[in-house]
């Protein structure tokens, strides 16, 4: 024993003596070596079955003996769960010479069912913690005939296929006729109301909704303009709109 005791450091040990504690006749039968400092101790002992009360001197009682293996690591603790074994003594009728106390049993056939024994040393495995990826966005590519309108003209400048939410970052000061300030708006939408050579009312509302609800309400506004157009008869005026602005720069010009 002594010499199997000694394969193994202070902090198997502990382990090894927290484990035989409470174990009716357990013991050390083998203790193996091995990589990086790991131990496989061999433990078996045995137990009584819950006894059962038939009277007085007469009791039902059976034996279970286990058998487990057990892998340590050289912190002390096991490293997965134990391989583990039992051989059931089946619970036979016994008399004794003392005055039994215990209470009688009035169910007798189970009397002689043993729970199955469960496995002392049980390692749950540990979740796998999956990688973090550098995560890219996922951006919707133009399906709309509005941005597909402006993927075309992008094309032409630019070359490249971009996504709605690309085209809309990119920002340009524009005048407000109403208010005669400055607003950042996105530059495709600027560039979708001159290709449509939109009225100046046409401008007025593309801002105002834009201030209200965002690019994605003007977007829709815009491909539903040709269709606004035809039902209410009207056409662009390019020109009212060049004269107001006009005189709206002129008057800030002058205000500086």
Same mark, same amino acid.
């Given at each position: 024993m002594a010499k199997k005791l000694s394969l193994l450091n202070k902090k198997?040990?502990?382990?090894?003596?927290?484990?035989?504690?409470?174990?009716?006749g357990a013991r050390l039968t083998n203790v193996y070596k091995h990589n990086d400092g790991?131990?496989?101790?061999?433990?078996?002992?045995?137990?009584?079955?819950?006894?059962?009360?038939?009277?007085?001197?007469?009791?039902? @009682?059976?034996?279970?003996?286990? $058998?487990? !293996?057990? /892998?340590? #690591? &050289?912190?002390?603790?096991?490293? *997965?769960?134990?391989?583990?074994?039992?051989?059931?003594?089946?619970?036979?009728?016994?008399?004794?010479?003392?005055?039994?106390?215990?209470?009688?049993?009035?169910?007798?056939?189970?009397?002689?069912?043993?729970?199955?024994? @469960?496995?002392?040393?049980?390692? $749950?495995? !540990?979740? /796998?913690? #999956? &990688?973090?990826?550098?995560?890219? *966005?996922?951006?919707?590519?133009?399906?709309?005939?509005?941005?597909?309108?402006?993927?075309?003209?992008?094309?032409?400048?630019?070359?490249?296929?971009?996504?709605?939410?690309?085209?809309?970052?990119?920002?340009?000061p524009h005048l407000d006729l109403d208010t005669g300030k400055e607003i950042k708006l996105p530059t495709a939408i600027i560039t979708i109301l001159q290709e449509k050579k939109a009225t100046l009312k046409e401008w007025e509302s593309a801002i105002s909704l834009y201030q209200v609800a965002g690019p994605s309400a003007v977007l829709l506004y815009l491909q539903e303009l040709d269709g606004w157009r035809q039902f209410h008869g009207t056409q662009p005026d390019i020109s009212i709109q060049k004269s107001k602005q006009s005189t709206v720069e002129k008057q800030i010009a002058s205000d500086n």
């Open positions: 198997q040990r502990k382990w090894l003596d927290n484990f035989l504690r409470d174990k009716l790991d131990r496989v101790v061999e433990i078996e002992w045995w137990e009584y079955t819950v006894p059962v009360v038939l009277d007085s001197y007469t009791l039902i @009682q059976g034996q279970i003996t286990y $058998k487990i !293996k057990v /892998k340590l #690591k &050289k912190f002390g603790d096991p490293r *997965k769960t134990a391989e583990f074994s039992y051989k059931i003594t089946q619970p036979q009728k016994q008399y004794v010479s003392y005055r039994l106390k215990e209470q009688l049993s009035i169910e007798l056939p189970q009397s002689y069912l043993v729970p199955t024994p @469960q496995n002392p040393v049980v390692i $749950k495995p !540990k979740a /796998k913690i #999956k &990688k973090k990826v550098n995560e890219s *966005k996922q951006l919707t590519l133009p399906l709309s005939r509005i941005t597909s309108l402006l993927n075309h003209i992008n094309l032409k400048t630019s070359g490249v296929v971009l996504s709605e939410q690309e085209l809309l970052l990119e920002t340009t």
